[in-house]
């Protein structure tokens, strides 16, 4: 009898051997670039309600009678292109602020796609430069510019897409340019592509079509709340106050902006470290009353915002200090793990920590309530 049960056990053990060995093969693979396809995994999180999903739902207004496959694979093209411009663009207008005029932009943006050693040197030491001097009007002590340049050269020293991009896949040591190809490429299979997958994972789940719904509802109402209230609050803070000092003191704008907005993200206290320090500094370089002119409109934008955006996230229901002080650890344990790509891992990680408490609240809690 015992053999009998072996028997009948033998060829499900090695079903499972085999899909664990394939699986290793996949993970073995696909290693050298699972950086990447987690930073594209949490962009394609965070922008799908936003980018993703508005235009498959116009699409599919306008052309009702189109394949849904085809449909989604058109909206994810569309939705890639516009966060490959978006990204283009924060990139040029960054670094006509570090250049300082249009003409050095344009200079500096030939040198590096055409690998011209001099050229990359000047911009990596005028941001090193930067840098040091925007770390100086917010008091944060001496930064070490030549550092900063050479780490800002190292990485603009590696920008030739094409032959990088195989280089990383095989080994995972490409630039910077050949990792953003591989993330705007994953993301826009993960938009195409996704809907499937979700459905795929849904059906194991313990969760009838109404229960999916909601999660989903849930799901995006979070990642607006995480967008269009923390993000796009931090972002209209920063814009604002980038202006007023440019207006108002002739500080570089796009510095303090930048400055700002990571600064407005901090909790509770965020948009005052923003403009007050810029506000002391003015004042002890001679200049009373600009100074007082800065602090009230500082003091007045950040007003603005903060009821503005207090009311979007009332509209969205999710007005909850304890999602921002999330995505503040999340951000700072993200950029401490992973450098700049924690920026985008730390908020999504927060929101898949959020989508998962609810989805368990849904299934064993919910008929509770």
Not at 254 to 259: E, I, Q, Y
Not at 279 to 302: D, N, Q, R
Request: aromatic share 10%; glycine share 12%; hydrophobic share 60%.
């Amino acid at each position: 009898m015992p053999s009998s049960q072996w028997s009948a056990l033998l060829p499900h053990i090695g079903l499972w051997l085999l899909a664990a060995g394939f699986a290793a093969g996949l993970v073995v693979v696909l290693w050298p670039v699972l950086p990447t396809l987690l930073v594209a995994l949490a962009v394609a999180a965070l922008t799908e309600p936003v980018v993703f999903r508005p235009w498959d739902d116009r699409l599919g207004r306008w052309l009702p009678r189109w394949d849904p496959a085809a449909r989604r694979w058109c909206a994810a093209m569309i939705a890639a292109v516009l966060l490959a411009a978006f990204a283009g663009a924060a990139v040029l207008v960054v670094l006509w602020a570090l250049l300082g005029s249009f003409w050095a932009t344009v200079e500096g943006v030939i040198g590096i796609a055409i690998q011209d050693g001099e050229r990359i040197q000047a911009v990596a030491t005028r941001v090193g430069g930067r840098v040091a001097d925007l770390a100086a009007l917010y008091g944060q002590g001496v930064i070490d510019a030549q550092a900063i340049g050479a780490e800002v050269q190292a990485v603009l020293a590696r920008t030739r897409v094409g032959p990088e991009v195989l280089q990383y896949l095989i080994t995972g040591t490409g630039g910077f340019l050949a990792r953003a190809a591989l993330v705007l490429v994953t993301v826009f299979y993960l938009f195409s592509q996704g809907p499937g997958l979700v459905g795929w994972v849904a059906r194991w789940l313990p969760l009838d079509a109404a229960g999916l719904a909601l999660v989903a509802r849930r799901y995006r109402a979070t990642a607006y709340h995480l967008l269009a209230h923390i993000i796009a609050r931090a972002m209209a803070h920063g814009l604002g106050l980038g202006l007023i000092a440019w207006g108002i003191a002739g500080f570089n704008g796009v510095l303090v902006a930048v400055a700002a907005g990571l600064l407005a993200l901090l909790p509770l206290v965020g948009p005052l470290v923003a403009w007050l320090p810029l506000a002391g500094l003015i004042w002890s370089k001679g200049h009373p009353l600009l100074a007082i002119a800065f602090a009230v409109c500082g003091y007045l934008w950040t007003w603005l915002v903060e009821r503005l955006f207090r009311r979007v996230a009332a509209s969205l229901g999710t007005d909850a200090l304890w999602i921002e002080f999330l995505v503040f650890l999340g951000l700072v344990g993200g950029v401490i793990a992973h450098g700049p790509a924690g920026l985008v891992l730390g908020p999504a990680a927060v929101l898949g920590a959020i989508v998962a408490a609810q989805l368990i609240r849904q299934v064993y809690w919910a008929e509770s309530d």
